[in-house]
């Protein structure tokens, strides 16, 4: 089983051109939403579910990282997802 836990500093520069747009759209989503964990991946009321593959992907880049809120497990965007996606989307690629 994969741990999402880590406090390890991000190993890789990740560029916007690294990710296809799905994985851009992930990253988006679980900057926006908190998200819980559900059955295949992870998602928010009403929001579109972000697939335990893209969740690992966006961990291994280290664009995300696991954190516990009130006992429950979340997803939280780390400082270098939140840059790449200003990145992203001032070159209109969001």
């Known amino acids: ?10 190993h890789v520069i990740a560029r916007p ?13 679980l900057r926006d939403y908190r998200v819980k964990r559900v059955k295949g991946g992870w998602q928010a009321p009403g929001s579109p579910k972000v697939t335990l593959s893209t969740a ?9 990282i696991r954190k516990d809120d009130r006992g429950q497990p979340r997803l939280e965007v780390t400082q270098a997802g939140r840059d790449l996606l200003d990145v992203a989307e001032s070159r ?3």
Not at 1 to 10: E, G, L, V
């Open 17 to 29: 051109s690294d990710l296809t747009s799905g994985q851009r759209k992930a990253l988006q989503i």
């Open 92 to 94: 209109g690629q969001g």
């Open 1 to 10: 089983m994969m741990s999402f836990i880590s406090d390890k500093p991000a």
């Open 56 to 64: 690992k992907y966006l961990h291994f880049k280290r664009l995300v």
